[in-house]
């Protein structure tokens, strides 16, 4: 049987353009039952020295700075759109407009109101999308999903998640596109806060309910030329100019009657500013049986407890193994880790599997615009103390209750 030929085009070659390019590139060894021959066709990027990557090094067969030429090329089929956020929502509704299928990085848009904008185009074209919420992939945590629903905890009472990180912790770290509000929107709301809302929608149902908290901790940061660098780059001395979105945000939940954990309530927290914590993304799960752990930082371990008396009462880790989710597609066995590159390559097989007309495991954009809705409550209730509902957004991959 002759592979599905598919043509890729890469909007934004940056570290993220990378990871997506191999991870389609690696889906004809690890996944060979998609049968697919992947083409690299077009990339584009606004640096020359990046597209001469592009070409030279990742193998993309034509580049541009104009990336209309990648959405209107007629050899591309499905499109990464990799860019930083405040392109999102101008590239996703163009590329819905063109037709083609696409994979986009979080957040689609800066807030809610963008983020439907793209879900109203992708609407009208019908075309696949698939959004960059990796942390839904590894196998324990496909594995916590799973026994959740199957009641194995019993009733979900409470969860309790933070993504914590430091990559903004250095006071004298650049003033990037990342704190400016033009560009990135909110700030650590959108950029892990989405990150752990999605993941406890996928694993526990929808959030009906929001009130939120938020801090901006570094409220000043050294200018630098946009560009020229990120937020990594240390400016000793230099001019500086407000941080114009929150570093730190909490919110409290409360979870739909429709959910698989209907009644439960819950703490999420994220920073971009702890001292410490590197990637400490984790969320913990209780239930009137039992309850579960995971750290993303140990991401092939699951912390398990189920059962509330005995002899062996208390939590137990519980390796990655080939019974869980997709794991067996890259380790033989337990104690033989996975890493964040993997997960990408997941999330690539589901996109790719949609598109072609298979099953629908990919998150999509109305996953996207259930966690936007969230985020932007959750502001927008920080400034005012009040709760705020959520309106239900249908079509998303949210764990309903059955």
């Known amino acids: 049987m002759s592979k599905k030929r598919i043509g890729v085009g890469l909007i934004s070659v940056g570290w993220m353009g990378n990871l997506h390019t191999r991870a389609y590139q690696a889906l004809g060894t690890i996944y060979p039952e998609l049968n697919v021959e992947i083409e690299l066709v077009a990339a584009a990027d606004t640096s020359e020295e990046r597209l001469k990557y592009a070409q030279d090094v990742l193998g993309y067969k034509k580049i541009t700075t104009n990336y209309h030429d990648v ?6 089929d499905v499109v990464s759109i990799c860019s930083p956020n405040f392109l999102h929502k101008e590239m996703g509704v163009a590329a819905a407009k063109a037709g083609k299928a696409f994979w986009i990085e979080k957040p689609v848009g800066r807030g809610a109101a963008e983020t439907i904008e793209v879900a109203e185009a992708v609407k009208q074209s019908q075309v696949e999308t698939s ?9 324990v945590v496909e594995y916590a999903k799973k026994i959740i629903a199957a009641g194995e905890l019993g009733d979900i009472t409470n969860v309790r998640g933070s993504y914590f990180a430091d990559y903004s912790a250095e006071p004298n770290g650049a003033l990037s596109w990342r704190f400016i509000r033009e560009y990135a929107g909110n700030g650590v709301l959108g950029d892990l806060m989405g990150h752990l809302v999605d993941q406890v929608q996928y694993i526990l149902g929808p959030i009906s309910e929001v009130v939120g908290l938020t801090k901006t901790v570094i409220t000043e940061r050294p200018v630098l030329q946009m560009g020229s660098g990120t937020h990594f780059d240390v400016i000793e001395g230099g001019e500086k100019k407000p941080v114009e979105n929150e570093d730190y945000g909490a919110m409290m939940v409360r979870f739909s009657t429709s959910a698989v954990a209907s009644g439960a309530v819950g703490t999420l927290e994220a920073s971009r500013v702890a001292v410490g914590p590197r990637a400490a993304y984790n969320f913990e799960i209780y239930g009137t049986k039992g309850s579960l752990k995971w750290d993303f930082e140990r ?8 059962g509330r008396s005995g002899p062996n009462v208390g939590y137990q880790r519980i390796m990655a193994n080939p019974f869980m989710g997709d794991f067996s597609k890259f380790q033989p066995g337990p104690g033989v880790s996975m890493g964040y590159d993997d997960l990408k390559v997941i999330e690539a097989k589901k996109f790719i599997e949609a598109f072609l007309g298979g099953a629908k495991l990919n998150s ?23 709760w705020i509902k959520i309106a239900p957004t249908s079509g998303t991959t949210a764990a309903i209750r059955k």
């Not at 959405?71 to 591309?76: K, Q, R, S, T």
């Not at 990796?134 to 196998?139: F, G, I, L, T, V």
């Not at 991401?299 to 189920?306: V, W």
Request: net charge negative; charged share 15%.
């Open 131 to 139: 959004i960059g919420f990796n942390y839904r992939h590894p196998p």
């Open 71 to 76: 959405l209107n090329d007629p050899n591309v």
């Open 364 to 386: 999509n954009i109305h996953d996207a615009v259930a966690a936007a809705k969230v985020v932007t409550a959750a502001e927008d209730s920080a400034g005012t103390g009040q």
């Open 299 to 306: 991401l092939n371990e699951l912390e398990l407890c189920i």
